[in-house]
Protein backbone atom coordinates (compact mmCIF):
# COMPACT_ATOMS: atom_id res chain seq x y z
CA UNK A 1 0.00 0.00 0.00
CA UNK A 2 1.38 3.37 -0.51
CA UNK A 3 1.54 6.52 1.40
CA UNK A 4 -1.85 7.60 -0.08
CA UNK A 5 -3.58 4.71 0.95
CA UNK A 6 -3.93 3.09 -2.62
CA UNK A 7 -2.36 -0.04 -3.42
CA UNK A 8 0.74 -0.61 -5.67
CA UNK A 9 1.99 -3.18 -7.10
CA UNK A 10 5.01 -4.82 -5.33
CA UNK A 11 7.45 -6.35 -8.07
CA UNK A 12 10.12 -8.52 -6.17
CA UNK A 13 12.99 -6.11 -6.10
CA UNK A 14 11.57 -3.82 -4.00
CA UNK A 15 12.04 -2.42 -0.80
CA UNK A 16 9.00 -1.22 1.69
CA UNK A 17 9.82 0.93 4.14
CA UNK A 18 7.38 1.57 7.21
CA UNK A 19 7.45 4.84 8.34
CA UNK A 20 6.06 7.12 10.66
CA UNK A 21 3.31 9.84 7.83
CA UNK A 22 2.61 11.49 11.09
CA UNK A 23 6.18 12.96 12.08
CA UNK A 24 7.74 15.89 10.11
CA UNK A 25 11.08 14.58 10.65
CA UNK A 26 10.02 11.07 9.10
CA UNK A 27 8.05 13.10 6.16
CA UNK A 28 11.24 15.10 5.72
CA UNK A 29 13.77 12.06 5.62
CA UNK A 30 11.48 10.29 3.07
CA UNK A 31 11.40 13.37 0.89
CA UNK A 32 15.25 13.74 0.94
CA UNK A 33 15.70 10.17 0.36
CA UNK A 34 13.28 10.59 -3.08
CA UNK A 35 15.33 13.58 -4.08
CA UNK A 36 18.69 11.23 -3.87
CA UNK A 37 17.47 8.13 -5.23
CA UNK A 38 16.20 10.29 -8.58
CA UNK A 39 14.67 7.94 -10.93
CA UNK A 40 15.27 5.17 -9.30
CA UNK A 41 12.80 5.96 -6.34
CA UNK A 42 9.86 3.46 -7.90
CA UNK A 43 12.66 0.37 -6.50
CA UNK A 44 11.07 1.69 -2.88
CA UNK A 45 7.45 1.66 -1.73
CA UNK A 46 6.50 3.79 0.99
CA UNK A 47 4.32 2.71 3.91
CA UNK A 48 2.83 5.06 6.32
CA UNK A 49 2.18 3.02 9.33
CA UNK A 50 -0.36 5.49 11.12
CA UNK A 51 -3.31 4.36 12.26
CA UNK A 52 -2.19 0.60 10.49
CA UNK A 53 -1.91 -1.15 13.91
CA UNK A 54 -3.97 -4.34 12.79
CA UNK A 55 -2.05 -4.54 8.96
CA UNK A 56 1.82 -4.40 11.17
CA UNK A 57 0.60 -6.98 13.78
CA UNK A 58 -0.01 -9.41 10.83
CA UNK A 59 3.13 -8.38 9.62
CA UNK A 60 4.71 -9.27 12.89
CA UNK A 61 5.72 -5.40 13.71
CA UNK A 62 4.47 -4.26 16.71
CA UNK A 63 3.54 -0.96 16.11
CA UNK A 64 5.24 0.89 19.10
CA UNK A 65 8.30 -0.47 18.12
CA UNK A 66 7.71 0.50 14.41
CA UNK A 67 7.48 4.53 15.88
CA UNK A 68 10.66 3.53 17.63
CA UNK A 69 12.91 1.68 14.76
CA UNK A 70 12.56 2.17 11.15
CA UNK A 71 11.10 -1.34 9.49
CA UNK A 72 11.70 -2.13 5.82
CA UNK A 73 11.12 -5.56 4.03
CA UNK A 74 13.12 -6.74 1.48
CA UNK A 75 12.44 -8.64 -1.59
CA UNK A 76 12.86 -12.05 0.29
CA UNK A 77 10.08 -10.99 2.64
CA UNK A 78 12.37 -10.70 5.52
CA UNK A 79 11.84 -8.00 7.90
CA UNK A 80 14.25 -6.21 9.73
CA UNK A 81 14.50 -2.41 11.64
CA UNK A 82 16.86 -0.15 13.36
CA UNK A 83 20.19 0.49 11.66
CA UNK A 84 20.13 -2.63 9.49
CA UNK A 85 16.76 -1.07 8.03
CA UNK A 86 18.59 1.92 7.09
CA UNK A 87 21.61 0.10 5.82
CA UNK A 88 19.58 -1.30 3.28
CA UNK A 89 17.22 1.45 2.24
CA UNK A 90 20.83 3.57 2.22
CA UNK A 91 22.27 0.63 -0.03
CA UNK A 92 19.19 1.66 -2.72
CA UNK A 93 21.39 4.94 -3.11
CA UNK A 94 24.63 4.65 -5.19
CA UNK A 95 25.81 7.75 -3.86
CA UNK A 96 25.08 7.00 0.26
CA UNK A 97 25.93 2.84 -0.51
CA UNK A 98 29.41 4.07 1.47
CA UNK A 99 27.29 5.54 3.99
CA UNK A 100 25.85 2.61 4.62
CA UNK A 101 29.39 0.42 4.94
CA UNK A 102 30.41 2.40 7.40
CA UNK A 103 27.21 2.66 9.84
CA UNK A 104 27.81 -1.29 9.65
CA UNK A 105 31.69 -1.28 10.78
CA UNK A 106 32.12 -2.50 14.59
CA UNK A 107 32.92 0.46 16.20
CA UNK A 108 30.42 3.11 14.66
CA UNK A 109 27.19 0.71 14.94
CA UNK A 110 27.08 0.58 19.06
CA UNK A 111 27.41 4.57 18.84
CA UNK A 112 25.12 4.98 16.46
CA UNK A 113 22.01 3.04 17.67
CA UNK A 114 23.03 4.96 21.06
CA UNK A 115 22.76 8.29 19.61
CA UNK A 116 19.55 6.65 16.92
CA UNK A 117 17.60 5.80 19.81
CA UNK A 118 17.96 9.07 22.08
CA UNK A 119 16.92 10.88 18.74
CA UNK A 120 13.72 8.81 18.58
CA UNK A 121 13.19 8.74 22.32
CA UNK A 122 13.26 12.96 21.75
CA UNK A 123 11.14 12.77 19.28
CA UNK A 124 7.95 10.21 20.76
CA UNK A 125 8.49 12.73 23.57
CA UNK A 126 7.53 15.55 22.04
CA UNK A 127 4.88 13.97 20.14
CA UNK A 128 3.95 13.01 23.91
CA UNK A 129 4.19 9.36 22.56
CA UNK A 130 5.90 8.20 25.51
Known amino acids: MSSTGKKSHVTADKLIVYYDGACPKCIRDRKNYEKLVGSKSDSVCWFDITDQEDQLQKLGIDPQKALSELHVRDS ?55
Open 76 to 130: SGRIVSELDAYILLLNKIPLLKPLAWLIGLPLIRPLLAKLYHWQVTQRLRKRGLI
